[in-house]
């Protein structure tokens, strides 16, 4: 880098025939004196005093000259951009969802159609909650409301039920110039606001919501990395620190990576479901305490890539904690309609804090997050989703709302989206019967899926996994033998990696390393969808199952 | 603490403890003026008298809704692709159905509702690479080089965001043009990285003067380091094409000056101007050889906003990357999977504006008619724009060669900016504001886009339909001479 520094100093500054000028400008005026450089109006010659001899011996050379220094200047040249000199920040950023391990997998794909022999036909990738991708169908309803926003001359057919219609129209008038294709206010359609709100008090049972506290997004994954954008400050100790679950799903670590935020790890208790436990929180808090300002407090619930369902009581004693230590809240609930075990219930951090009285209501900050992108839904390509803020102080939220504005606005088919979802079709609309069928069916498969998943894992010797309660994924403890955890580290693998990495070059099943999302030490995991069609999950499960006896043979 | 003192507490995040570079952040074109020009909307509606009946918002490139219809052709294959049981139903043309056959088996499970890879569709840049490779007369253009954006904003802030490091004074320095769309300047204060103005040459135009470069450039490097050169061709707000040689000589300076290009294309098919031409960066940079071919380090970006697509609310756009060193292309790779990826409607869309339909196929007869229709309207609006306003004394206005405003200079009264300076407003917003409150036009102030000192401007765009273009430009003209009768 130095080398750089110094090679961009000595290049020769001989264009000053051509940068001197007649306008002067008092803003260029004040920053050249800065620079102790002297300024003489029209169109004198400027002079720097250190390169003034430089200069004027490049002034006074020919063009040749100046050719020629071109060319010097061009064969010394290095790239601007290299890995030492890019903002170090990118560099410790991790996405392991879509890390090397699905980088291989899509490679293998691509053989496979080249014809090279592999001991599968396919590959299968359990690594990312993608239904559609998974075989799961959309929602006829949803679908039909997007095809009439995209071409409203479909408003005449008579193969679309009214209900989508009047939906079409709704949505289109809410438009500029009633297109799709128009910006949007950079917080969201107005109306879509209102939706979305009215769904969030039927969902908690009637407690308040206000269509200006909601911030529609590109995905929930953006919302999350503006309300982490818009809390992180300070520098050395007093930099925020930001509290989440390990394991956890690594677009938290990459985004406070990315924004160079600190990172709290509070562990959840895999021997109590993925518990959360409120000492494990106080510990964190109180080692982080020494070298950061802990201001943020995380939570996935259901949980991701654990799959636990929080209670309302648990839920409670967060919001007290959070409370207590002055943190603010940011309640990841994308999974919301997800929860398959019985017993379980999801509880919204809103209702909940509401149900708590004023002195909570009134004062704890939360952020709640959800997408289209999960659910019955799965339309994660349209990146739909919203944000509710809750107790944010109103000259912040001007800030945020200037924020998202440089942006322009989230895309137009995900706010849509988000409408339809968050309105569905009631009882007594002509859509309402298909709309439940469809969505009931794929809650109750998800549902089936998840029990599945976890009776097959659970027989395998030296698999442990927990009942997935809710979300989308399965997170199994695997016991790797002691001379497969040395090989992966003489190879520089985290062990978990290696398992994995091997289990899709003898299988095609693409999963993702524990470590990917964070354990505790010395334990390993692997993270896998239950979203594949149930008999291919069964293949699936019996591959693992085949996979992990002989793995744990060969190494044992 | 005990648990009752929670009711005193005080709010964690507040302006004082937030993130101070989201505090510097500005971005005019949605600023307090389109905010008022919302609530009026409101009051109109609430039946409050004004003295106008709508509000008009010149202040955004924005085309449908200015009206603009958007392309048949395009909305036809997005119905296909959203509800594809649509394909059994004849009145959808052949081709759209092909079309939209291809990009859902490119979509995993046939849905647009599945993720893509992170980069974009592969088929999808496949086509963006040939049609780059058509636009520039055959440069070979990798698929590999391009990444699909959610808009061209996206792409822009991801490229910043790569490249900015160091601190103190050897902090990444940006160049960025003045005046200047307002995404660079925002972007820039959210990253901390340092903002170095070069002036565009209103006398002459909005041209970009290389030896304006050099004098920027030598001042910054007293304290940060430059390493980025952005180019805004056809300019946004300022409307100038870029000459051939201009782009040449911009090019030699940032191969000498060891910068890394950024050229803003996103208005290139929106050259209207009698003698110009968009050239692409791409285009010039290899065919001024080797030498300059396999250095200078070059990113491009595209939009389906903008040209005669329109398309802003799809959020669909691409970069192209040249000469990017491969361990950053990882990194690249890497950080844009964290957001997982562009919107697949903005990606089919995008699809459809680089891999139109040809001249045999059924949609494009329709298709070419738009097209033509919407590029020579907006030739049109453009021509007349600049003519009626520079009939109104104390308004000058450079000719609209490109992009989708104009950028006028106005002359205000020595009593107006006194004013305005005592209400602590730019004197540009104080007029913008008063046009606004006594004639439902919304237009951006010049000082949201930046100026020399001095002088006063505001950025209007030239969408909205032809007859209400006039009443907008008449409207301006009578108020811009009772505003100087009654400051003078």
């Avoid at chain 1, 040395?486 to 070059?505: H, I, N, S, T, V």
């Avoid at chain 2, 780059?132 to 904003?153: F, H, M, Q, V």
């Avoid at chain 2, 204060?189 to 920027?216: F, M, R, T």
Wanted: charged content about 20%.
């Amino acid at each position: 880098m130095s080398i750089c520094v110094l090679r961009a100093q000595m290049l020769p500054c001989k264009t000053v025939l051509s940068w001197t000028r007649g306008t002067g400008n008092r803003c260029d005026i004040a920053r050249l004196r800065k620079c102790g450089v002297c300024y003489v109006p029209n169109l004198s010659p400027v002079s720097f005093p250190s390169r003034t001899l430089s200069n004027l011996a490049t002034a006074h050379s020919g063009l040749a000259r100046r050719e020629m220094a071109e060319n010097e200047a061009l064969s010394r040249r290095q790239k601007v951009l290299t890995i030492d000199t890019m903002n170090a920040n990118i560099k410790k950023v991790e996405y392991a969802v879509r890390g090397p391990i699905v980088q291989r997998a899509v490679q293998i794909e691509k053989e496979l159609k080249e014809g090279v022999k592999k001991p599968f036909n396919e590959v299968i990738k359990a690594n990312i909650g993608d239904a559609h991708a998974m075989g799961q169908r959309p929602v006829t309803f949803f679908r039909q409301v997007l095809a009439l926003c995209s071409y409203p001359e479909l408003l005449d057919d008579d193969k679309f039920p009214e209900d989508t219609k009047y939906r079409a129209q709704r949505i289109l008038k809410a438009c500029g110039g009633s297109s799709i294709g128009a910006y949007t206010a950079s917080q969201g359609i107005e109306c879509v606001r209102q939706d979305v709100s009215r769904y969030i008090e039927r969902r908690d049972g009637g407690v308040p919501c206000d269509p200006d506290n909601i911030y529609l997004t590109t995905g929930a994954s953006d919302g999350i990395v503006t309300m982490l954008k818009l809390l992180t400050a300070g520098e050395g100790r007093t930099r925020t620190g930001v509290m989440i679950p390990i394991p956890q799903y690594p677009l938290y670590s990459a985004a406070i990576a990315e924004l160079g935020a600190v990172q709290l790890n509070y562990y959840l208790d895999e021997d109590k479901c993925w518990g959360l436990d409120i000492s494990e929180l106080q510990r964190s808090l109180q080692a982080a305490s020494k070298h950061c300002n802990p201001r943020v407090l995380c939570i996935i619930n259901p949980g991701n890539p654990t799959g636990q369902v929080q209670s309302r009581e648990r839920i409670e004693d967060v919001i007290r904690f959070a409370a207590k230590e002055r943190l603010f809240l940011m309640a990841d609930e994308v999974y919301q309609d997800n929860v398959y075990a019985e017993g379980c219930k999801f509880y919204s951090f809103k209702k909940v804090l509401y149900e708590m009285g004023p002195e909570y209501f009134n004062t704890v900050e939360l952020a709640s997050f959800h997408s289209t992108s999960k659910c019955y839904m799965g339309e994660c390509g349209m990146r739909g989703g919203y944000m509710e803020v809750i107790n944010m102080d109103s000259e912040v939220k001007a800030q945020l709302t200037k924020l998202v504005s440089v942006r322009l606005c989230p895309p137009v088919p995900g706010q849509a989206l988000m409408a339809l979802v968050t309105n569905s079709p009631q009882p007594g609309e002509p859509s309402h019967a298909q709309f439940l069928k469809e969505r009931t069916a794929t809650l109750g498969d998800l549902a089936q899926k998840a029990k599945l998943t976890e009776e097959i894992l659970n027989t395998v010797p030296g698999i442990r996994c927990n009942p997935v309660q809710g979300a989308m994924y399965s997170f199994p403890q695997i016991t790797l033998p002691e001379r497969a955890i040395r090989e992966a580290k003489e190879k520089g693998q985290a062990p978990d990696m290696f398992y994995c990495m091997k289990l899709l070059e003898e299988t095609g099943i693409c999963l993702v390393p524990g470590s990917g999302f964070g354990q505790k030490e010395g334990t390993y995991h692997f993270r896998m969808t239950i979203l594949p069609p149930a008999d291919k999950l069964k293949i699936l499960l019996s591959k693992v199952k085949e996979f992990h006896q002989r793995f744990t043979k060969c190494y044992s | 603490m005990t648990e009752n003192s929670v009711v005193h507490r005080g709010k964690v995040l507040t302006l004082g403890t937030m993130n101070p570079s989201v505090k510097r952040v500005e971005y005019a074109v949605r600023g307090p003026i389109v905010q008022r020009a919302v609530q009026l909307e409101q009051e109109l509606k609430q039946g409050i008298q004004k003295p106008f009946t709508e509000v008009i918002k010149a202040n955004i490139g924005d085309c449908h809704a200015m009206g603009q219809q958007p392309i048949t052709f395009f909305r036809q294959v997005l119905a296909l692709c959203c509800y594809p049981d649509l394909l059994e139903d004849n009145r959808f043309p052949e081709d759209t159905k092909t079309r939209a056959r291809r990009i859902l088996q490119a979509c995993g499970g046939g849905s647009l509702g599945s993720y893509s890879a992170s980069q974009g569709i592969e088929i999808v840049r496949q086509d963006v690479a040939r049609y780059i490779e058509k636009r520039d007369g055959g440069i070979p253009c990798n698929p590999d080089n391009i990444y699909l954006t959610t808009g061209a904003s996206d792409g822009i802030t991801t490229m910043l965001k790569l490249l900015v490091s160091g601190e103190g004074s050897s902090r990444t320095g940006v160049m960025i043009s003045i005046p200047q769309y307002p995404l660079y300047s925002a972007a820039l204060a959210e990253l901390s990285a340092v903002q170095i103005s070069y002036y565009l040459d209103e006398e002459n135009c909005w041209s970009l003067a290389v030896g304006e470069l050099q004098h920027a450039l030598e001042a910054a490097r007293q304290y940060c380091r430059p390493r980025v050169l952005c180019i805004i061709n056809p300019g946004n707000p300022t409307g100038q094409v870029q000459s051939r040689q201009c782009i040449e000589d911009v090019i030699k300076f940032a191969a000498e000056q060891n910068l890394f290009l950024m050229a803003d294309e996103v208005y290139q098919d929106n050259v209207y101007a009698d003698g110009c031409r968009f050239h692409s960066f791409k285009k010039v940079l290899f065919e001024m050889g080797s030498k300059y071919s396999d250095q200078v380090e070059l990113v491009s970006f595209h939009s389906t906003s903008k040209c005669y697509m329109g398309e802003c609310g799809f959020r669909a756009g691409y970069m192209e990357v040249v000469n990017m060193d491969p361990e950053v292309k990882v990194q690249l790779t890497k950080l844009v999977s964290v957001r997982l990826c562009p919107p697949v409607p903005g990606q089919v869309l995008l699809d459809l504006v680089v891999n139109p339909p040809l001249p045999e196929e059924p949609s494009y007869r329709t298709f070419f008619e738009e097209r033509s229709a919407t590029l020579a309207m907006l030739a049109e609006k453009a021509r007349m724009t600049q003519q009626i306003l520079n009939e109104v004394p104390g308004i000058t206005c450079n000719p609209v060669q490109g992009a989708m405003y104009t950028f006028p200079r106005i002359q205000l009264p020595p009593k107006a900016i006194a004013q305005a300076k005592e209400k602590g407003q730019a004197p540009d917003m104080f007029y913008c504001m008063k046009l606004l409150e006594e004639t439902g036009i919304c237009l951006v102030p010049g000082s949201g886009f930046g100026q020399r000192d001095g002088t006063y401007h505001f950025r209007m765009t030239i969408l909205p339909p032809t007859d209400k273009l006039k009443i907008v430009l008449a409207k301006i003209k009578e108020f811009h001479q009772s505003f100087t009768e009654q400051y003078s």
